[in-house]
């Protein structure tokens, strides 16, 4: 018993000892829990205006530093991570011609928010190489002085071509898995893109980049998941329910609808669909998203 009590004893009096110790292991940790709380040193969840066209430009410069092969096999993963967002895109909203004929304002909403939000938000948190998105950062990159044309032409090229087998990859996994069962909807939506006059898809495609290039360009200035969630999910949800076409994702589906019986032909997905959707991607981010903030906070224009 005297042992026992001999023993307790030693327990409590080495637990008093490093009790009386641990508070200069906790100076650390205040500062730590100052930032998280928002104190003077934190960072902020999402940058002012300023510092966010700067934040855009940096991520351009990054981008434009990479090696053709690196931005290449990183466009691979982000023509699969936006064909996985059609693909869900397809597989959800596609699959609710009830709705669709009952209530087509809902039904192009859960289209819009079940499928391409989550595939941007996959390329954005794993340093992925989307053209699409390029085109509004790289160039800013270039007209700012701090990269060359011939960075911004390797960055756009393998990036484009990237994206392009990774979405064709995708595509045909998508079409053998057997997933979609009869559902007509992938060959549907092939055959309405692949016929519109080529004025319409350039201009589909102006509006669907701007949109695309904003949440690229506010999720650049989040610090946070979440932040960066919002950022993306609005402006994405937004394109695909309102009907525009971005190139990217267009790589995915027009493939996997032409896998799955449309009447549309390879020279036909390029020439009414691919390139005047791409040239109008290009106007949207380079001008509509990026020349307004670059010509405001940047030095677009203006004499150095």
Sequence with gaps: MVGKSALL????????????????????????????????????DLKAPAALY??????????????????FKLGIASGCHIGFGAYLAITIGGACPGLAATNPGLQKMVLGAFGLPFGLIMTLVTGGELFTGNTALVTGALMEGKIQKKDLAKNWIASYLGNFVGSLILAYLAWHSGTLGASPAAAAIATAKCSLPFSVAFVRG??????????VYMASGCSTMIGKMTAVWFPISAFVALGLDHSVANMFML?????????????????????????GNIVGGVVACMGLYGTTFGSWGKKK
Aim: proline fraction near 6%.
């Design 206 to 215: 102006i509006l669907c980049n701007w949109l695309v290039c904003m949440a």
């Design 255 to 279: 493939p996997l609808g032409m896998l799955r019986g449309a009447d549309v032909t390879i020279a036909n997905m390029f020439i009414k669909n691919i390139i005047p959707v791409t040239l």
């Design 54 to 71: 700067e934040g855009a430009i940096a991520a351009g410069v990054k981008k434009a530093s990479g090696s053709f092969s690196d931005i």
């Design 9 to 44: 004893f030693c327990l409590m009096a080495g637990t008093s000892a490093a009790l009386v110790q641990q508070p200069i292991a906790f100076a650390p940790r205040s500062k730590v829990a100052l930032q998280m709380s928002g104190g003077a040193d934190s960072v902020p």
